[in-house]
C-alpha cells in the first residue's frame, strides 16, 4: 500500500488525451480525482501510469511534497514492475555525466551538487528533491537530463526561433506551434508582470516557452530510445503539464499518444481542478 503524502494539494490530474477539467473542487489529502472532479482509486491512475510510454509528473519547483509524491509515484510503478527513467527539468544535458555518476553511487549529495551546478543552474531548493535523486540512487533508476542551455532559449526569447538558429546547431528541432489557449495563457503571464505583449513580443515569448516543451519532449523520447521497454516519467514544472498544451502537446506532434500526466495545483478556499483529461489526486 502506497503510503501517498499528506500533503495541502487541490488535485492532481492525469491524462490519457488533451483535455480541460471542469468545476471547482477542493480535494481531500490522499485523493485522487478524475479530471470531471470524481473520486479515483490511486490503483486506476498507477494501472494506466503502467500501461502508458510516457508519465509526466508535474511540480511548483522546490516544493518538497510534490518531490515526495513524484518519488511515491516512481516507487509505485517500480513496485508494479515496470522498468522506469527518470527526466529531470532541473539539469541540462550537458551535466548528464555528473547524473550518472550520483545514479551509480559515487558522487556524495553535497559532491553531486556541486559537480551539477544545481545551485547555479536550478537554484531550488535541493533538499527538497532528495527523496526522487534518493530513490533513483537507491533502486537504480536511470536518471537523464532533459534541459538545454538557457542562452539559446534567451536568443529565441529575443529574436525568434528562426534567427537564434542561424549562430549555430539548434539543441532542439523547431517546436510545434502552442494551440490557442496555450498562447492564451502566456500572453496573461506576460501581462501579470506588467506588460501588455505587442504581437511579435507574444510570439517570441511562446516560441522560447514551446522551445522547453520540445526539448523535454524530444529528452523523453530519446531516453526511451536509450532503455527501451521504460517508462519515460519527466519531472516537469506545472505550466509544462497543465492541460496538456506543453510537452504533451510537442510528444503527440512527435507521434507519441501514449502519455499519462498528472500535477499538484494549491489548495485554497477557490479550489479548481485544472490539467489534462483522465485522473487525479490530493492531498492535505
Known amino acids: 500500500m502506497v503510503a501517498w503524502p499528506k500533503f495541502a494539494l487541490l488535485a492532481l490530474v492525469a491524462s490519457m488525451a488533451v483535455g480541460v477539467a471542469s468545476g471547482e ?5 490522499g485523493v485522487w480525482r478524475d479530471r470531471e472532479g470524481q473520486p479515483m482509486p490511486a490503483a486506476e491512475f498507477l494501472d494506466r501510469a503502467a500501461q502508458s510510454v510516457i508519465v509526466l509528473l508535474g511540480e511548483r519547483h522546490g516544493t ?8 511515491e509515484v516512481v516507487k509505485a510503478l517500480l513496485d508494479r514492475g515496470r522498468a522506469v527513467v527518470i527526466g529531470l527539468e532541473q539539469l541540462p544535458r550537458d551535466r548528464q555525466a555528473v547524473l550518472d555518476r550520483w545514479v551509480a553511487g559515487e558522487l556524495t549529495p553535497e559532491e553531486f551538487r556541486r559537480a551539477s551546478g544545481w545551485d547555479e543552474l536550478w537554484g531550488h531548493d535541493f533538499e527538497a528533491y532528495r527523496p526522487l535523486l534518493d530513490l533513483g540512487r537507491e533502486r537504480r533508476v536511470p536518471m537523464v537530463a532533459l534541459n538545454v542551455d538557457r542562452a539559446f532559449v534567451r536568443a529565441v526569447g529575443r529574436e525568434g526561433f528562426a534567427r537564434a538558429a542561424t549562430s549555430g546547431p539548434a539543441p532542439v528541432g523547431r517546436p510545434a506551434p502552442a494551440p490557442p489557449a496555450y498562447r492564451d495563457r502566456l500572453a496573461e503571464v506576460l501581462r501579470a508582470h506588467g506588460r501588455e505583449p505587442t504581437a511579435a513580443a507574444l510570439d517570441r515569448f511562446v516560441e522560447a516557452q514551446t522551445v522547453w516543451d520540445r526539448a523535454f519532449a524530444e529528452g523523453l523520447m530519446a531516453a526511451r530510445a536509450r532503455f527501451p521497454g521504460s517508462i519515460a516519467v519527466g519531472v516537469l514544472g506545472l505550466g509544462h503539464v497543465e492541460h496538456g498544451w506543453g510537452t504533451e502537446h510537442q510528444l503527440r506532434v512527435l507521434g507519441e499518444t501514449r502519455v499519462v500526466a498528472a500535477l499538484p495545483a494549491p489548495a485554497g478556499e477557490a479550489c479548481r481542478v485544472v490539467g489534462g483529461s483522465g485522473a487525479s489526486f490530493g492531498g492535505g
Do not use: L, S
Not at 473542487?25 to 489529502?29: E, G, N, Q
Not at 518538497?64 to 518519488?71: G, I, L, M, T, Y
Open 64 to 71: 518538497p511534497e510534490h518531490h515526495r509524491w513524484q518519488a
Open 25 to 29: 473542487a477542493c480535494v481531500a489529502p
